[in-house]
């Protein structure tokens, strides 16, 4: 699980990037409070290979990647 909510772009790609270098999950819930990190974390993530979902989780958002 990686917590990004307070943080302002690059900085949630930025921390998903080092937990999916660290230990190249095949499953990993993101949470983020903005729609510009929804869309800067999916495209990183489809280029690393990963599906993702979005959904609301109040006002924030849950990214589920899946390879």
């Not at 949630?12 to 499953?27: F, L, S």
Request: include cysteine; hydrophobic fraction near 35%.
């Amino acid at each position: 699980m990686v917590d990004a909510r307070g943080f302002s772009c690059p900085m949630p790609v930025v921390m998903v990037q080092k937990e999916v270098k660290k230990n190249a999950p095949d499953t990993l819930d993101v949470l983020v409070d903005n729609q510009c990190a929804v869309d800067n974390v999916t495209r990183f993530a489809n280029n690393q290979g990963y599906n993702v979902t979005v959904k609301p989780d109040g006002t924030d958002f849950r990214l589920t990647l899946k390879k």
